[in-house]
C-alpha cells in the first residue's frame, strides 16, 4: 500500500504503532507510536490536513480500528479499512474454533502438550494460567524482561514465512497443537498448511468485532476511493 502511494505521488503518511523495534522501511513520511486515543487521532488529523485515512491495522488491532472510525466520522475525514481475507478451513484441517484469547486458554488440552503459540506477545499472560504445556514463540523482537510461561522456548524471526521452513519448525521442536489468530493473508498462512500436511489441530481465534464502513481487500481498489474526490493529505 505505501509503495503504491508513493508511486502515485500521493502526499501521505506511515503511522506504526511502535511494537515492533525495527519496522520494515518505507517509502513515505513515517510516524510512530499511538495517537492517545480518539481524542488524540482528532488532534493529529486536525494538525496535519489529513482527508482520509486507510485504516491497514492488522485484523486484531480492534480499538485502533475503533478509535479510527469514531475520530473519522466526528471530524468528516474521508475513512477506508483494507482487510486481508480471512482463512477458511479445508476438509483436511483440524481446526477448533474459538471467539478469543480466553477461549483459546480453555480449548488446550488438560494433559501437557507442545504447544507453537502463533498469538504474538501481546497475550501471553493468558497463557500462564496453563503452565503444563511447553510452548514455542516466534517473536519478532528478542525479549526483553522475563515471559510469563514457565515453560517456553522463542525464536525471533520475521517473516512471511514458506511451508517447508514451518514443517520443519513443528517436527524440530516436537508440536503437537498450534494455537493461532485468525490473520488471513499470505504472509502466516504456512503455519497453517504445515499443521494440515501434519495432521496436528490448530485453535484458530476468531477475528473481533469491527466497526462497520467502507472495506477494501484490494490495493487497486483503495487507490480508486482516494482518486473518487480531492485528496488533501492521507494517514
Not at 507510536?33 to 485515512?53: D, K, N
Not at 485468525?182 to 502466516?188: E, L, S, V
Amino acid at each position: 500500500m505505501a509503495r503504491c502511494l508513493a508511486q502515485c505521488g500521493h502526499d501521505a503518511v506511515f503511522s506504526y504503532a511502535g511494537r515492533t523495534r525495527a519496522p520494515h522501511a518505507q517509502p513515505l513520511p513515517v510516524r510512530v507510536g499511538g495517537f492517545g486515543g480518539v481524542a488524540g487521532l482528532r488532534t493529529y488529523l486536525r494538525a496535519h490536513a489529513i482527508s482520509h485515512v486507510i485504516d491497514a491495522t492488522h485484523p486484531f488491532a480492534a480499538r485502533m480500528s475503533h478509535n479510527a472510525a469514531e475520530a473519522c466520522a466526528a471530524d468528516g475525514v474521508a475513512l477506508c479499512r483494507v482487510e486481508r481475507c480471512a482463512w477458511t478451513p479445508t476438509p483436511d484441517d483440524r481446526w477448533i474454533d474459538v471467539p478469543d484469547v480466553a477461549g483459546a486458554t480453555q480449548a488446550l488440552p488438560r494433559n501437557a502438550a507442545r504447544v507453537f503459540l502463533a498469538t504474538g506477545r501481546q497475550n501471553l499472560h493468558a497463557f500462564a494460567a496453563c503452565p503444563q504445556h511447553h510452548y514455542l514463540l516466534r517473536l519478532v523482537d528478542p525479549p526483553q524482561a522475563p515471559l510469563p510461561l514457565p515453560d517456553h522456548s522463542v525464536i525471533v524471526a520475521r517473516g512471511p514465512f514458506d511451508t517447508n521452513e514451518d514443517l520443519a519448525l513443528l517436527r524440530t521442536h516436537g508440536i503437537t497443537l498450534i494455537v493461532a489468530k485468525n490473520a488471513g493473508g499470505d504472509g502466516a498462512r504456512a503455519k497453517i498448511e504445515a499443521a494440515r500436511i501434519l495432521g496436528l489441530p490448530v485453535i484458530m481465534i476468531a477475528r473481533p468485532a469491527l466497526p462497520a464502513g467502507t472495506v477494501f481487500t484490494r490495493t487497486p481498489d483503495v487507490l480508486r476511493w482516494l482518486d473518487h474526490g480531492p485528496a488533501l493529505r492521507g494517514v
